[in-house]
């Protein structure tokens, strides 16, 4: 039994499993507005279910693609595929799983979510080479996150609704914005590897800007989901609050010092994620 949980521990490291939290509570929050309330506990599980299935799939699939280059990166060479510790084909059977589970998922919820997730899959498949050829990467990655969202949104409704692009487009500036900070970790090995990425185009200082100004725009794609669904005062609480959370942020990161770049990309985005649904579900339930 010790040896299954070690190995099930390996995985979950390798698809870094409590960053989860990231994308999860903006479906949620889509669920919530799209449901005009709590979602059934049906609708909840298969959503959750997709959710945890899709990205545990992009998260595998993105390992094996990248396993020489993670091997060659002094800070990622200690991850499970390079260090020999989880196996090629193991890696395979894993990702085969988690998006076998997402589209069980989907048929569970409506057709219109079984007919989109092979395209689901397929952006985050696109994702993993991207950053071979193109800055606009961190860009690619938020579009596949934004279908957390918009997932939800159609595994409640059982249809695509305009409306609730401001909130996707959101998650996609969200994204960008958090990933080009990440992305600061490796600007002389991309540079060397010839991999891109803002940073390693723009040089750490207008990178900060590139983030900053993502996330504004982020910030206020979220206002502006709040006035089209005229959600309450618990929702722009919680808006004050997230603004509190990204300008905590981006002072925590300096072009002369990085060092507190991993409070800046874990802690703060998990809660900026969290803030919004708890605080629209606050709006629901009050």
């Known amino acids: 039994m010790s040896a299954v949980l070690q190995k099930v521990s390996l995985y979950l490291k390798m ?7 990231f994308a999860l509570p903006f479906a949620f929050t889509a669920a919530l507005i799209a449901a005009s309330g709590v979602p ?22 993105n390992r094996i693609i990248d396993r020489k280059i993670d091997r060659d ?53 696109l994702y993993s080479f991207t950053k071979r050829f193109t800055w ?34 959101a998650v996609i500036f969200w994204l960008a914005g958090f990933d080009v900070l990440y992305a600061l970790q490796d600007v002389e090995f991309d540079t060397k590897y010839g991999l891109f990425s803002i940073p390693r185009k723009f040089g750490i ?3 900060l800007l590139f983030s900053r100004t993502f996330h504004a725009a982020a910030y206020g794609l979220l206002v502006l989901n709040g006035v089209l669904f005229r959600l309450g005062m618990p929702y722009w609480l919680g808006m004050i609050v997230t603004a509190g959370l990204f300008l905590y942020e981006h002072s925590l990161v300096k072009k002369d010092d990085l060092s507190r770049l991993d ?5 703060m985005n998990g809660y900026i994620s ?8 606050a709006d629901f339930l009050i």
């Open 15 to 21: 698809i870094k499993f409590s960053h989860s939290i």
């Open 40 to 61: 059934s506990f049906g609708q909840i599980l298969w959503i959750t279910v997709a959710m945890v299935g899709a990205r545990s799939g992009a998260m595998g699939l």
């Open 73 to 125: 990166n002094p800070r990622t060479a200690g991850r499970e595929i390079p260090k020999g510790l989880i196996k090629i084909s193991e890696a395979v059977g894993f990702v085969i799983l988690s998006f076998g589970c997402m589209i069980i998922a989907a048929f569970m919820l409506n057709p219109l979510c079984l007919i989109l997730s092979p395209i689901a899959i397929g952006v985050l498949f």
């Open 136 to 169: 606009t990467a961190h860009f690619v990655l938020g579009l596949a996150i934004s279908a957390a969202p918009l997932g939800a949104w159609i595994a409640i409704k059982g249809t695509f609704d305009p409306a609730i692009l401001p909130l996707a487009v």
């Open 205 to 207: 200082g207008k990178s």
């Open 263 to 267: 409070m800046a990309f874990f802690n």
């Open 274 to 281: 969290m803030t919004v649904f708890l605080f629209t579900l």
